[in-house]
């Protein structure tokens, strides 16, 4: 095994592979020839080290683009970190449309296993949500999925889940209409094949506007106002067995891959996250796309420094000004609250080798692949069109979570390179960027794209895990997470609450 990796011919550094002592020599293989560089400085394993000298303040290149500036002179085999380098970006930029030539992969008629909607959606669940419009009832809905579950376990179904929150009351504006409008995609969802609406009667989301967003009563979704029944909880379960004879009516059957929706997302990235499962998940992205699919990005902020890729990729100018706008929008977001804008990476991000926001923005947006942008959405809305989109939301890793499933994904592939148990509405993947958190923890990963720095090639890894997402679609696999439990959303807010 290699003791570094060069992801790019005009990098300036390299990536440790293990531990490096100060003083060691190393191998640094570079534009097809093999040096050795004297490490100086100890350098982590999944931190970067620098291939030749770089003189202060000069651009730091890593997957072919500017990292930053360093801040020191640095010797060739120097540790590169917070202590000499530093992010180049700032404040609000000016973007022109430099359209880059798409890469296409190649259909292959791929399908699953799935659900098939009397409204034209597919889920790959079929189970039964209680949404509430406001925090106050999440006891009494809980209460009443876990009744659902102990009284109808045994139906036709895959569950009964109910998902707390604290909102809906006493919330205005775009913060009120963000809350009903997430809610309501959810309440879309395919792999819910019947929904329970239960608000409690005084709160500002009412149940009435849910049903503008929604319709009436319907054979899949029911309403409850806990303040006008004598018992909420007989009503409930009333409801939830009419939802559960309806929901019995559904069988798997062949789904062409197209129909497939994939939510995109990293969390406690480390050095490996560019390398590894974020290119791994890029090849997904490009494969269902190539199949019709769609795939969603979102966590905004985390594409500052890397968003001219991004934008290059929109298939038209329209798209092209619809990036331009999401990436804008939120940076005044952190302007309005007076917030740097490039306040990250976090502290676990720095300790696995990621320095600045320039660099984990370049590792984050590889897991968008190489397809065309196709569309741009705002936060809760359902995404429609195929190809890659981009959702507005939040780095935050539980808020976007839900923002991807209320867009419509599926399925959200969760690159990680320092673990978390957590899992959204929809099946949540932890795909670990090194061998040696999937075995640590087994109980929260999935699928282990560290075997790539173990001597399995990119295209036998990418067949795997594509045959392990048509598995978990098919109702064949399941999450660490969805075997444990974990699942919850997280509703974005900004504004006042009364």
């Known amino acids: 095994m290699s003791d570094t990796v060069i992801l790019h011919p005009d990098d300036d550094v390299a990536v440790a592979l293990r531990d490096l002592a100060d003083g060691e020599y190393v191998r640094i293989s570079a534009s097809g020839k093999e040096t050795e560089v004297k490490v100086s400085g100890d350098v982590p394993r999944g931190h970067k080290l620098a291939i030749g000298p770089i003189p202060q303040g000069r651009h730091v290149r890593k997957f072919g683009y500017s990292i930053g500036l360093s801040q020191t002179d640095i010797p060739a085999g120097g540790w590169i970190h917070s202590h000499n380098l530093r992010t180049g970006l700032g404040g609000l930029l000016d973007y022109r449309y430099e359209p880059a030539d798409p890469v296409a992969a190649q259909p292959k008629g791929l399908t699953f296993l799935g659900y098939e909607r009397d409204n034209g959606e597919v889920g790959i669940r079929n189970e039964i949500w209680i949404l509430n419009t406001v925090g106050c009832i999440n006891k009494t809905c809980e209460l009443l999925a876990k009744m659902a579950s102990n009284r109808f376990g045994n139906r036709g179904i895959d569950g009964v889940y109910h998902f707390a929150h ?115 998940v890029g090849r997904m992205a490009d494969a269902l796309t190539a199949e019709g699919g769609m795939a969603l990005l979102t966590e905004v902020p985390e594409m500052f420094g890397a968003e001219t890729i991004l934008m290059n990729r929109a298939e038209n100018e329209e798209v092209f000004g619809k990036v331009v706008e999401l990436v804008n929008d939120f940076k ?102 090194n061998s040696e958190l999937a075995r640590k923890k087994k109980h929260w990963i999935d699928f282990d794209a560290g075997k790539l720095l173990n001597g399995t090639g990119m295209d036998m890894l990418a067949v795997e895990l594509m045959d392990y997402v048509i598995a978990l679609s098919s109702g064949v696999e399941r999450t660490n997470g969805e075997q444990n439990g974990f699942r919850e959303i997280a509703i974005f807010k900004d504004g006042v609450i009364l």
């Open 166 to 280: 604290p909102f809906g009351c006493s919330q205005l504006g775009d913060d009120l209409g963000h809350t009903r409008q997430l809610l309501a995609s959810l309440a879309e969802h395919g792999n819910a094949a019947g929904v329970l609406i239960v608000g409690l009667g005084c709160e500002n989301n009412q149940i009435d506007g849910m049903k503008e967003l929604l319709g009436g009563d319907n054979d899949r979704i029911r309403y409850l106002k806990a303040q006008e029944e004598d018992d909420e909880l007989e009503t409930g379960m009333r409801l939830l067995e009419e939802l559960i004879d309806y929901a019995e009516r559904f069988s798997r059957k062949p789904i062409s891959l197209s129909k497939l929706k994939l939510g995109l997302k990293c969390g406690g990235s480390d050095g490996f996250s560019g390398i590894t499962a974020n290119p791994l």
């Open 332 to 433: 005044q977001y952190f302007i309005r609250h007076g917030q740097e804008i490039y306040e990250n990476p976090s502290p676990g991000n720095k300790a696995g080798g990621i320095t600045t926001l320039e660099e984990k923005s370049l590792g984050c947006t590889q897991k968008g692949g190489h397809a065309s942008v196709t569309d741009v959405l705002p936060y809760g809305v359902r995404a429609t069109k195929p190809g890659l989109n981009l959702i507005q939301g939040p780095g935050n890793d539980l808020v976007s979570v839900t923002a991807l499933a209320a867009a419509g994904a599926h399925i959200v592939l969760f690159t990680t390179g320092r673990g978390t148990p957590f899992g959204g509405p929809v099946p949540t993947v932890k795909l670990s960027t």
